[in-house]
């Protein structure tokens, strides 16, 4: 939580209804999204009891397991599940191009995007690629063959969601959470229903009124994966199980995940129409890029993904999750004022007028031999600026043009320009209304890490080879 | 605890729950009270054994902690797997995390000697059973399913079953904790680590109490917990030791502070009661005369309280009517530099003037986060 989002709390509050927390999109929104509501059986780790998922808001997939408990329907449900949501993927992977970059590389024309409720939602979707990522579709415990495939994929689109760049596996939660925020905690922003009573409260309530409607469990039903306990009472404990209940075992899932379901496309409504940050087409082409690459993989017959990261894969994923997180964050500052009003109020930015600019300054830098230019441009600012003397800023009107800050004096902040300023270049000029941060969107550092073959003995020395087992495949599943 | 406070205690909390029976604690509403020590209303409650669930909905409020009836049922399946054959399951298990020898495993159910005489007859027996385990180093390495401890809470006798107690060569007790969630791939869910951790403590504390009154080392009660949980995808246990320092140090604070609940009590109205007026199971209390009666208990509510308190949809009702900025979340009220209300906070972004010096510097504050946000969305 940051000040400028404890502000807008209270304007939310006062207003009785959500506030804008950004003025653009920082997340790309597909044409045709893949909506998916899972359910599972409660107290059981990954046995699905249903899930309403497809692309086509008028025409859900429902689909139901009559008994979780049992081995055989929950690899039926998988199957099917196999059917909506490979399909909806290889719509994407059978269209390459390569890139026009130095190193050409294959990219997808597009990518496929699921969106789940909640982050449990995105939990369950890994537990759900894990339990069937390894299973033989021959032998023993054969299963139907876009299983298996079903699991490599949602494990590869969970992966990719835990970078923060990436849009093809997102919670709705989160993402209504990053461009509105609501009067209400975080705590109940958890819950998409009053999410959205506060973001679009129906007419003639407040937010809080119809958050309060939108808390009723008979009303709202839990987004999922877990159920309402009084639902399970009261409704699923006859059925499951039950001989000739089918029907009625659909009809009560689907009363359960049908007002979910429409929540989750009001969302898609409600964010469709916010105009797109300028970096978003620059991130979902790195999922396009990773969507073909993983398709490259699965057709060179490569292994599924195995259980555990080895000591150098995982520093190497750790480093480029900080590395992708640092570089949206700074991306979403520089496309979008609100949000560097934040870093302004935290005084890690300032934003004001040009006052002076010495253009044709040079000096010799310490152990240098030449004078070279180095322009001193003088910024009038209002803002509480907080910066150390020596911080290298950036401003988003010249993001390569580098520079650091000389001294702040009073209301007047002095900057020295040490890079970007060739030829096509230009200046801030005096009257112009400039801003400047600590950040950078291409700042972050890949460390060296050692090669696989040459993992230290700290960290168990180079791994054995990962070989999938007849045991992974066999798993129990009960 | 003089013996006049442990007297005069409970009378006082019996009177304000009434003729009802008192609804006995567990390790998880221990443990919810450690989480928000401040709130009296929580305390008095927990104290006097008063039904919170049919209270709040009596308030008009759902009770939103029920079960569900398939968490139960797996909860109950897997424990009997873990605990079949003798503790066969925890057996291998310790052997593995504690390297416990196979000759000297012994298993002991203390629910069996103890017959149906009623609580205090099984922790009397858990008592023997278990100092002569302590003192005899013969009866090494037993399991003791099913034991009754006893934790003094505020004056009150509380009554506690951990899963099981085991007892190793290295003269330490070790608790059991049989979960349900699934370690997968060696990982299990953090939320719900810490929340076992926590109700573990509680056991390793009232045994640790139980230790101290009979004269032996509290120490010899490991601060390791041993959880056992589903791995993966099967019914099969699986183990790992789980340190419970962090909240064992946070109950014992908690619990001391709870021993001063008496000086909340003096500070009751008089004649103050809670009691629903049960006829059969209909409460015949009018539900306004309730609510202000519980209203005469100071909440502290936040909404953290949500997730562990059934009272927590008055308590926020409440807090709301007052514009309590805590109600936001506590980050919203330090972000505003300790305003107490809402109401407050958007009179100082509307630019009135501030009623006490105390607010200018939030006032200047909120004034530049509105300048910041009208700017930018300019």
Known sequence: ????????????????????????????????????????????????LAAMVGDDRAHPHLLVVTNPRNRDERFAFMAEL???????????????????????????????????????????????????????????HAVPPRVPLLGRWLTFL????????????????????????????????????????????????????????????????????DTDPGFDHAVLQPLIGGYGVTAQLREALHEQLEPTWNDMWQAVDLLRPLPEGASVAARWERDRAALAWHQRWLTDGGLPQGRLDSAVAAARRLATLEAAQQSYEANRAFDDPLVMADYRAAGVAFAGRVIAVEADRKITPPGGKRAVLRPLVSVRTDDSV??????RLLSPARPKQKAHLESVEGDVAVLQLNGGLGKGTTL???????????????????????????TPWTHGGPPAEYVPTDEDAQEVWS | MSGLDTWRGPNRLDALRGPSKPVDHNARSIAALAANPACQRRAILDAAGIDKGSTIQHLGYPHQFGQSPFALARQEQFKAIVKAHGGAHILRLLRELLHLSVEEAGYHNVEDAADDNGRAVRHRHTRTVLRSAAEQPEHAATLFDDPLLKLNVAGYDVYLEPDVIAFQVGRQFHVVAIKTFAVVDGQADTPKVSAAAREAAVYVHALRELFSSLGLDPARVAHDVVLICPKDFMNFPTAALVDVRHPLEVLRRQLERLSRIDDILDELPPGLSLDLRMEGKTPTRPAAELAAAVSALEARYAPECLAVCEMAYFCRAEARACGSLEALGRTVRDDLGGLESIDTAIHLISGDPVCSPEQDAIATRLQYLRRLHDEAVA
């Open chain 1, 1 to 48: 939580m940051s000040l400028l989002r404890s502000y807008l709390k209270v304007a939310a509050v006062r207003d009785g209804r959500a506030q804008r927390a950004t003025t653009v999109r920082h997340v790309h929104l597909a044409d045709a999204p893949l909506v998916f509501v899972p359910l599972r059986l409660a107290g059981e780790a990954a046995a699905p």
């Open chain 1, 82 to 140: 196999a059917e909506v949501v490979v399909s909806y993927i290889e719509r994407f992977t059978t269209q390459v191009e390569m890139s026009d970059t130095r190193t050409p590389y294959e990219r997808c024309l597009d990518a496929p995007q699921i969106l789940v409720p909640n982050p449990a939602g995105v939990a369950f979707t890994r537990l759900l690629g894990r339990s069937t990522r390894f299973r033989k579709i021959e032998g023993p």
């Open chain 1, 158 to 225: 969970h992966d990719r969601s835990e970078f923060a760049d990436s849009a093809m596996l997102l919670a709705m939660t989160g993402l209504l959470s990053e461009h509105w925020v609501t009067g209400q905690s975080a705590a109940e922003d958890a819950k998409l229903s009053t999410q959205l009573a506060w973001i679009d409260p129906p007419h003639g309530l407040t937010g809080a009124e119809a958050a309060v409607q939108a808390e009723d469990p008979l009303r709202s039903p839990p987004a999922g994966p």
């Open chain 1, 386 to 391: 907080r910066l150390s003397p020596g911080t």
């Open chain 1, 428 to 454: 801030p000029g005096v009257g112009e209304i400039i801003c400047y941060a600590d950040l950078d969107p291409e700042g972050h550092r890949h460390p060296s890490l050692p090669d696989l073959a040459d």
